[in-house]
C-alpha cells in the first residue's frame, strides 16, 4: 500500500483544534488521527444502518444523506458494507461534504469494499480514527469507533437496521450525550427493520420524508439551505408500480395481493425490468430502481 | 462327434449382439470347457449347467465338452449365457430335438435345481431376437416385457425340466391392462404460482428449469411433479427408455405404460453413477432418465467433475464411454431439473429466517455450478417457503391434467411451427421467433443496456418462444419477451 498523499494530522485532547463536540463523551479519545480537511469535525447528521441492507435500507440512506449533503449539513459515518457507505457515496454524488470514523488506522481502506469511497473521502472530506496510523481493524475498535460517529452527530439517523443490531450501541452513546436519535420506519413484516421501528417506539423521532428530516435537523441545531428532494416520487401510475414503490416484493406475493394473474404480473414485471425501472434482488424480490422513482 | 448350435446374445450398451453357442461333445478326457473371451460369471456357467441338467432328469456327457462363444474376439457378459450353453449341450447330446432351439435366442441364468432365472436386459435380447428373425427364450417372468417388441414370438422356458415333456410354454400373452401409473399431481401444490408457471413452460417447450430457494420450500414436491404433465411417451421413446431401464435391471413396467421417468440421484452420485461406467458398462443416472426428467436436488453439492458431465449429453442427447473393451453408446435426452439453495446457510431472502451468510460466501457458492451448465437452464425461477396461513388457506392448485392438456396443445402447435423451442439455436431460432423489427430493436436495446451476454439473449429468446406457443401465438412480442426476462440467471443478479 502506498503512502497517502493527502494532509494527514493527528490531534492531541490539548489542541486547540480537537473538535469540540468529542468532549461531550464522558471518554473522549486522548488523540484523533485524521486525513482529509479538519473543518468538517463539527457536527452532523451521523446515517447508520445494517451491513446486509436490504434495497429499503439502501435506498433510504441514499435518498436522506444525499438531500441532507445537497442541503450543506456534513454526513458522518462509518464507511462499512451496506447503509454507511450508501450514506457517504450519495453525499458525495450529491456534492456534499462527508466524515468516515474507522474502527482502524484512518490510513487503512477497510472494509475493502469501501476502498473507492475511503479515497475519495481522504480527498475531498475526512477519514477519522482514535486508532494510531496503521493500526489493523479489530472487533472491539468498531463498538469504540461508534461512540465517536454518535458525538459527530448532531442528529444520528438509523435508516435501517435488524434485531439485534450494531446499530444500537451508536444511538445508545447518542442518547447518553444528548444527541437527537432520528430513525426511518420499516416494514412490519421485514425483520430487517424490526430494530428501526423498536427505536421509534423507544422514542426516537421517525422520518418518513426530506421535509421531516430538514425539521428535525432545525431542532438539532444544523442550518439548512434550500435543496429538493432529489428523489421525490410522482405518483405512480399502475397497480404493480405502486406496490413494488412501497415495499420490495415477490411476484407470487404481488399477484396475491393485487389479485392478479401471475402471467400478468411477470409480464408487467418483466417490462419494468427491461426498461430498467424496477431491479431484481439477490433474495429474488423485484424492487423500485432509486433513479426511477420519478419515471413510473 | 456331436455338435449343435444354440443362439444367445450379450449386451453392449444398450444393445444386445447376437453370440453362437456352439457346442462339441467329443470322446476323450472328460471335461466341460467355455471358450470365447467370456466373463467369470460365464466361466462358471460349467458349474450352474452340470448340476442344472443332471437336476431335470437329462444325462450330463460323460465326454469332452468344449463351448464356444463365437464370435470369439467379442467379450461376453453375465449369466445370461446358462440357458443356451445347457440347451447346445443337451441338442448336441441329442436329448432334445434340434428343431427346438433352431431358430431361437435362448437367455436365462440357470439355478442348480433346474429352474430358469430371469436376467436383466430382456428388452435388449428380445430386439435382438427380433432382428435375427428368432423367437425367443426365456423364463416367462421376463418375457412380459419382449411383448413391447412388435412381430416377436416368445417361449417361455422356466425350469429345465419342462424340455423333458418335449414343449415349449407357448408366447405369455401381453398384459394389455398396465398398471394405472402412480404419478404425483400439481394440484396438492398450493401457491407457488410463479414457480407452477415455470414449470410448465419447462413441459411446453422442453426448458431445463432451475430452482434456487431455501430449505423446505417445495422445490422437489414441485420438480416431482413434471412427468405428469409432460406427454406420454410414444411408441419409439417408450422402447428407447425402457431398453436402458431393462439393460440397468430396473423395472420397466411403468415406461412401457407411457409414464415418464423421474431420476433423482443423491449429491453424492459419483461420475460413473451420473454417466455410467464400470465394468461391464453400466448405464448411469443421465441414460435412465432419457426421454424424462432428470432432477439434481443441491446442485451446486454435487462435484464439479459430476456437473461437467452433463454438458455432452445436453448437447448431443446421448454419451459415448470410451473403454478399454471398445466403446458404448448410451442415449441420454433429459429434462434437466435442478434445484438449489440461495446461499450455503440456504436462507437468504428467507422472510422468517435470516441469512449468516457473507456476500462472498453466496457468490462461490453460486459460482461452483459454473457457467457452461448454468448457461443450459433456460429458465431460472426463485421458489420461497409459502406462510403458513396461506398454506392452509389456499384454494388447491390446478390439477395436472389441466396443465398437462395445455402443455399437449402448446406441443402441437410448436410440432406445426417447426419443433420445441429447447433444441433451437442461433439463426433458426431468430427465424422462428418472427418478431416485428419494432419488438427485436426494442429487445437489442434492452440487452445492451442490462448488459445480456450471447447465452443470456439465446435463452431468453428461447424461453420467449415458448411462451409465444402458450398464447398460440406466431410470432413473439415484446410481452413474451418480457415475461422471458423474468426467468433469466442468476448471474443478472450477481453481476457487479
Known amino acids: 500500500m502506498g503512502r497517502l498523499a493527502q494532509p494527514r494530522f493527528a490531534l492531541s485532547s490539548n489542541d486547540a483544534a480537537y473538535p469540540a463536540c468529542l468532549r461531550d463523551l464522558s471518554d473522549p479519545p486522548e488523540t484523533l488521527y485524521v486525513v482529509g480537511c479538519s473543518e468538517l469535525l463539527r457536527p452532523g447528521l451521523g446515517v447508520i444502518g445494517a451491513r446486509r441492507a436490504t434495497p429499503y435500507g439502501l435506498e433510504s440512506a441514499r435518498r436522506f444523506a444525499g438531500w441532507a449533503a445537497a442541503s450543506g449539513v456534513t454526513i458522518v ?78 442528529a444520528l439517523l438509523v435508516v435501517e437496521a435488524g434485531l439485534p443490531s450494531g446499530t444500537f450501541t451508536t444511538a445508545d452513546f447518542a442518547l447518553d450525550i444528548g ?85 400478468t404480473v411477470a409480464r408487467r414485471l418483466g417490462e419494468l425490468e427491461m426498461r430498467g425501472i424496477v431491479v431484481r434482488t439477490r433474495d429474488g424480490r423485484y424492487a423500485m430502481q432509486s433513479a426511477s422513482r420519478a419515471r413510473v | ?183 404425483p399431481d400439481l394440484c396438492e401444490v ?41 406427454p406420454a411417451l410414444d411408441e419409439r421413446e417408450r422402447l428407447e427408455t425402457a431398453l436402458v431401464h431393462s439393460v440397468a435391471g430396473l423395472d420397466e413396467s411403468a415406461v412401457l405404460a407411457g409414464v415418464r421417468p423421474f431420476r433423482a440421484p443423491h449429491h453424492t452420485c459419483s461420475v460413473a453413477g451420473l454417466a455410467g461406467g464400470g465394468s461391464p458398462p453400466w448405464p448411469g443416472e443421465m441414460s435412465l432418465a432419457h426421454n424424462g426428467v432428470l432432477f439434481l436436488d443441491e446442485l451446486p453439492e454435487f462435484s464439479p467433475s459430476a456437473l461437467q458431465t452433463l454438458r455432452q449429453p445436453m448437447e448431443d442427447g446421448s454419451l459415448t464411454l470410451v473403454r478399454a473393451e471398445g466403446r458404448v453408446r448410451y442415449p441420454a435426452r433429459f429434462t434437466l431439473i435442478a434445484a438449489m439453495n440461495p446461499c450455503p446457510c440456504g436462507y437468504l431472502g428467507d422472510p422468517e429466517r435470516p441469512c449468516r451468510c457473507a456476500d462472498g460466501a453466496v457468490r462461490r457458492y453460486i459460482t461452483r455450478i459454473g457457467g457452461p451448465l448454468m448457461d443450459r437452464m433456460d429458465l431460472v425461477v426463485r421458489v420461497d417457503r409459502i406462510d403458513p396461513d396461506l398454506l392452509i388457506a389456499a384454494r388447491p392448485g390446478e390439477s395436472s391434467s389441466k396443465v398437462r392438456t395445455r402443455v399437449l396443445t402448446t406441443r402441437d402447435f410448436a410440432a406445426g411451427r417447426g419443433g420445441l423451442a429447447a433444441s433451437l439455436g442461433g439463426a433458426e431460432l431468430l427465424s422462428a421467433c418472427r418478431m416485428r423489427k419494432r419488438t427485436s430493436a426494442e429487445f437489442t436495446r434492452t440487452a445492451r443496456s442490462q448488459h445480456f451476454s450471447g447465452r443470456a439473449v439465446t435463452r431468453t429468446l428461447r424461453v420467449a418462444r415458448t411462451i409465444a406457443d402458450l398464447d398460440g401465438a406466431i410470432a413473439v412480442d415484446s410481452s413474451h419477451l418480457a415475461e422471458a426476462v423474468g426467468y433469466r440467471g442468476l448471474e443478472a443478479q450477481w453481476a457487479g
Open chain 2, 1 to 183: 462327434m456331436a455338435q449343435a448350435t444354440v443362439y444367445a446374445a450379450t449386451i453392449a450398451g444398450v444393445e444386445a449382439l447376437p453370440v453362437e453357442v456352439q457346442a462339441d461333445v467329443s470322446s476323450g478326457l472328460p471335461g466341460f470347457g467355455i471358450v470365447g473371451l467370456g466373463d467369470t460369471a460365464v466361466l462358471e456357467a460349467r458349474d450352474r449347467v452340470r448340476s442344472a441338467v443332471r437336476a431335470a432328469g437329462f444325462d450330463f456327457p460323460n465326454a469332452r465338452v468344449l463351448v464356444n462363444l463365437a464370435p470369439a474376439p467379442l467379450r461376453k457378459h453375465g449369466t445370461g449365457f446358462d440357458l443356451p450353453i445347457a440347451l447346445a449341450i443337451l441338442t448336441a447330446t441329442r436329448q432334445i430335438p434340434a428343431a427346438l432351439t433352431q431358430s431361437a435366442t435362448a437367455v436365462g441364468e440357470l439355478a442348480l435345481d433346474g429352474t430358469v432365472r430371469p436376467v436383466a436386459g430382456t428388452l435388449a435380447y428380445a430386439l435382438a431376437a427380433a432382428r435375427s428373425g428368432h423367437e425367443l427364450i426365456g423364463p416367462t417372468a421376463t418375457l412380459g416385457a419382449a411383448c413391447a417388441v412388435e412381430g416377436l414370438a416368445c417361449r417361455s422356458l422356466d425350469a429345465l425340466q419342462d424340455l423333458r415333456r418335449g414343449a415349449l410354454g407357448s408366447a405369455p400373452l401381453c398384459s394389455s391392462g398396465t398398471p394405472a401409473p402412480n404419478v
Open chain 1, 179 to 263: 444527541r437527537d436519535v432520528l430513525a426511518v420506519p420499516g416494514s412490519i413484516n421485514h425483520p430487517e427493520s424490526r430494530g428501526a421501528n423498536r427505536l421509534i417506539r423507544q422514542g426516537a423521532t421517525p422520518i418518513t420524508d426530506v421535509s421531516e428530516l430538514g425539521q428535525a435537523l432545525e431542532v438539532a441545531g444544523l442550518c439548512l439551505s434550500a435543496a429538493d428532494d432529489p428523489l421525490l416520487a410522482s405518483a405512480p401510475t399502475d397497480a404493480i408500480g405502486r406496490a413494488l414503490l412501497a415495499d420490495p416484493m415477490r411476484p407470487d406475493d404481488l399477484a396475491r395481493a393485487l389479485e392478479l394473474d401471475i402471467v
Open chain 1, 77 to 154: 459515518s462509518g464507511a462499512a458494507i451496506g447503509c454507511d457507505r450508501a450514506a457517504g457515496c450519495a453525499a458525495l454524488e450529491a456534492g456534499g461534504r462527508s466524515v468516515a470514523v474507522l474502527g482502524c488506522g484512518a490510513d487503512i481502506d477497510y472494509p475493502t469494499a469501501s476502498a473507492d469511497l475511503l479515497r475519495q473521502l481522504r480527498t475531498s472530506g475526512a477519514v477519522v480514527s482514535e486508532m494510531p496510523w496503521g493500526a489493523p481493524p479489530t472487533r472491539w475498535s468498531f463498538v469504540r469507533r461508534n461512540r465517536i460517529i454518535a458525538a459527530f452527530s448532531a
Open chain 2, 190 to 230: 398450493s401457491g407457488h404460482a410463479a414457480a407452477r408457471r415455470a414449470l410448465e413452460i419447462a413441459a411446453a417447450g422442453g426448458h431445463n428449469l432451475l430452482m434456487v430457494g431455501p430449505p423446505g420450500s417445495g422445490k422437489t414436491l414441485l420438480a416431482r411433479r413434471l412427468p405428469g404433465i409432460l
